[in-house]
């Protein structure tokens, strides 16, 4: 006779096998994004040329247009800056729920670039860096590729057998340990970000963070082996189907539950500051010479293609 406990522990079985099946919390489109975002008017940690805006102010002066299937979200294309002043006008949205385990797929057009621009779409706690990051798309000046990238506390490392598409630039994750460079990995496609993201039609992003870690995938627009509950934004998702993630990040030597906490979503824009303001960095990018608080200050032309154009955002728990 089947026992309760033998039917839980069926019931458990099965449990593990769909542990890669999640199924949609939360849809943004449009302007879902303002309600469900804050506009974090707040001085940028990372010391940027950067004034970001409140939802009023961002909504009034188009910085943040929000309509139909569209959330456009740019820096200040036409303003000169004294350089006394506040730093060129931005964003920095911030969800206003949290999460832990979860998938995030981001639809997105178009990425900021430019010399100068710091884009970036990330997740982190409210007790940095004990609640730890995820970053999922970084970069600096529109060149390169993406960078997916875990913050945290000592004692987070990702050593071992790793299955990923990316490259591995450091394995210890602990910010102390790494002048807050955290554990990064690579992306090898060059359609992963900047000039080459936009001329593409941009892509979609992905991020499960579970007990077992944390892999972010990503597909250029077009790309023949999108999985279609992605391109679909459907309401359940199956990551097992998806391939081989283009950074793995095991919870081998990671006990997630120790370093990383319930996280909001933040999509923000910032310019300079401590990694695309380094003279080496900034000057070694194609057409980015002089200073990169000059150019912020002076060209505002030069932040004609800096804005996020995105479709969607969807969270599966
Ligand atoms: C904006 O994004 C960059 C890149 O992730 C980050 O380092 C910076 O701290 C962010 N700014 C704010 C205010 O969160
Ligand atoms: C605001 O920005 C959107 C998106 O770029 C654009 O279509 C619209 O014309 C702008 N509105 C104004 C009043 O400039």
Known sequence: M????????????????????????????????????????????????????????????????AHGNTLILRADHTTK???????????????????????????V???????????ALWEFGANWPA???????EGVNGHGSN????HTTAGCTVGGSRSMTGTSLGTNCDVAATGNAGCSVFDTSSKSFGINFNSNGGGFFAMERSSSGVKVWFWPRHASNIPSDVL???????????????ADFPSTSCDMASHFGPHNIVINLT??????????????????????VDNVNNNPG????AYFDVAWLKIYQ
């Open 302 to 305: 030069s932040f004609d293609w």
């Open 232 to 246: 679909n934004g459907a309401t359940s998702v199956n990551t097992a189907n998806w391939g081989t993630p283009m």
């Open 2 to 65: 089947f026992s309760t406990g033998a039917l839980l522990s069926l019931t458990c079985l099965v449990c593990s096998v769909l542990g890669t099946t999640w199924k949609q919390s939360d849809s943004y489109v449009g302007t879902q994004f303002l309600s469900g975002f804050d506009h974090m008017a707040i001085a940028d940690p990372t010391h940027g040329r950067v004034n970001y805006l409140d939802q009023a102010t961002a909504v009034q002066k188009n910085i943040t247009y």
């Open 81 to 107: 800056l004294s350089a006394s002043g506040p730093g060129r006008d931005s964003f920095r949205l911030m969800s206003k729920k949290t999460y832990t385990n979860h998938v995030t797929v981001w639809n």
């Open 109 to 119: 057009r178009h990425m900021p670039r430019g010399c100068g621009t710091w884009p």
């Open 271 to 292: 310019f300079c500051g401590d990694w695309a303001g380094q003279a080496a960095i900034y000057n070694s990018q194609d057409g980015c010479s002089g200073s990169c």
């Open 147 to 150: 960078q997916a990238t875990l």
């Open 131 to 137: 609640q730890g990051e995820v970053d999922i798309m």
